[in-house]
């Protein structure tokens, strides 16, 4: 269990812990991450979900969302 010190506004703080990390992805350009890439794993039924930024996404159809390496034009594929 992973425990995050949070600093509030008023100058408290509270101790949170729990499975999942409260820090915000990052995209690998740096910037906050708001997508998480949607292509498929070779052989496998798993997706990428590389944290993505909405400009280094890439968003062929609406709810679809590629890194860069797996842009279905980097894979022959059709959009």
Do not use: E
Not at 63 to 79: E, I, T, V
Request: net charge positive; glycine share 12%.
């Amino acid at each position: 269990m992973k425990c995050t010190r949070v600093q509030f506004a008023g100058g408290g703080h509270a101790i949170v812990c729990g499975s999942k990390s409260l820090t915000p992805k990052r995209c690998s350009c740096g910037k906050p991450a708001t997508k998480l890439c949607d292509g498929k794993l070779a052989g496998s039924r798993k997706t990428c979900d590389q944290p993505l930024c909405d400009g280094c996404a890439t968003s062929p159809a609406p709810g679809k969302d590629y890194c860069q390496r797996h842009q279905p034009a980097q894979q022959g594929l059709a959009l």
